[in-house]
């Protein structure tokens, strides 16, 4: 199956790097180009794209905007990804919490662009776990966490709890499945149940829920 990506940045070059890079592949096909978040909108809904990479820094509407609307359009399935180019900005956050699925760094090399457009569009994680913790802990050590706590955190069992700690601090479902001494199906059904009481789409929700919630604090300690 070929992936259909579109292109949002303000600046050209970067979009023809990306087209060029992620055209290189055989199944992955750049439908469209927008040079801000407003048109990356209109074009989702026109061209109906798998992903849409989406730079946090545009004219018009930012990333975050665009990304607020696109996920809350009931007729879109699109995955969001945001383009950064720092590896610790507040506004990351903030676009994750509007509903992307997972952000990725400028430069990062092409191999791992073209895997994680494969990624979105399975609905896997885009955030390397330390690559996640450096943003978060740079985040919440300047601003705290927000206010309020999902409530869907005090419907975890013991069990779920224990697992979404785990993921907060960056492991994966083997290793989590290694230290917990389970299957890797069984804490995949742990995340599945942990993401469906809190409301959220993907592990990324989930982690910054457990931060705002002080399961795990800035530096990842539980």
Excluded: W
Aim: proline letters at 5%; aromatic letters at 2%.
């Amino acid at each position: 199956m070929t992936v259909r990506v579109l292109l949002a940045d303000d600046e050209e070059l970067v979009r023809a790097g990306l087209r060029m890079i992620l055209e290189a592949d055989p199944e992955i096909e750049v439908v469209g180009e927008a040079s801000d978040g407003a048109e990356a909108v209109g074009l989702c809904r026109s061209l109906r794209p798998d992903v849409v990479l989406v730079d946090l820094r545009m004219p018009r509407l930012d990333g975050i905007g665009a990304t607020r609307r696109i996920t809350a359009d009931p007729e879109l399935d699109v995955a969001v990804v945001v383009l950064t180019t720092f590896d610790a900005d507040e506004h990351v956050v903030a676009a994750l919490r509007a509903g992307a699925n997972g952000f990725l760094l400028k430069s990062m090399p092409r191999d791992q662009l073209t895997g994680a457009v494969r990624a979105a569009v399975r609905g896997d994680r885009l955030l390397a776990p330390a690559l996640l913790h450096r943003v978060l802990d740079d985040f919440l050590a300047r601003a705290g966490p927000a206010p309020g706590r999902a409530p869907g955190l005090d419907e975890l069992t013991p069990r779920e709890t224990e697992v979404l700690v785990l993921v907060a601090r960056g492991l994966s479902n083997a290793e989590v499945a290694e230290r917990l001494v389970l299957g890797e199906g069984t804490v995949k059904t742990h995340v599945a149940r942990v993401l469906a009481k809190l409301g959220v789409r993907d592990r990324v929700q989930a982690v910054i829920a457990a931060y705002e919630g002080g399961l795990v604090r800035a530096g990842g300690r539980g």
